[in-house]
């Protein structure tokens, strides 16, 4: 990654971009396949059911807010943009969401975002690893908590 640091900045955050539409965009097409694939399935009364259909209605409506958004956060992107897949989002809304969602995972990621990554690199792999278990048991007891109030 030493070189995306030394590249101009317009290379690196065409990088950046390029990278965030890959991904966005390989995970909405993974949602449509599953939503596809369960048609198939004994399970495809979930595909049928109220529930899904009026969050279906609600993505197609108001989901073209989500996308944008959810790349400005840590760790939800792939979960709004396969939501959007499975629930079949329009494409003529997906792709201009996904478009100004990527143009500000790239501002993020090649100004203040970068420098943190970078940051956290030069303190060793000791504080990654507190870093993410640190996450990983903060995670663990919001779900338990979670959990017990359901």
């Known amino acids: 990654m030493d070189w995306l640091r030394d590249a101009p900045f317009g290379w690196a955050y065409a990088f950046l971009f390029l990278l965030a539409m890959a991904r966005a965009n390989t995970t909405y097409w993974l949602g449509r396949g599953i939503a596809a694939g369960v048609k198939h399935t004994r399970f495809q009364h979930l595909m049928t059911g109220p529930i899904y259909q009026r969050a279906e209605r609600f993505i197609q409506r108001w989901g073209i807010f989500a996308i944008p958004l959810s790349f400005m956060t840590v760790g939800i992107q792939t979960a709004v943009n396969a939501s959007a897949g499975v629930a079949r989002m329009p494409l003529a809304r997906y792709i201009p969401s996904v478009i100004v969602g ?19 690199i030069a303190l060793g792999w000791q504080w990654i690893v507190a870093g ?6 903060v995670t663990f007891t919001w779900i338990r908590y979670r959990r017990q109030d359901g």
Do not use: F, K, N, Q
Request: aromatic share 16%.
């Open 132 to 137: 993410a278990l640190v996450v990983a048991i």
């Open 102 to 120: 990527c143009l500000i995972w790239a501002t993020i990621y090649s100004t203040v975002g970068m420098a943190v990554i970078y940051a956290w």
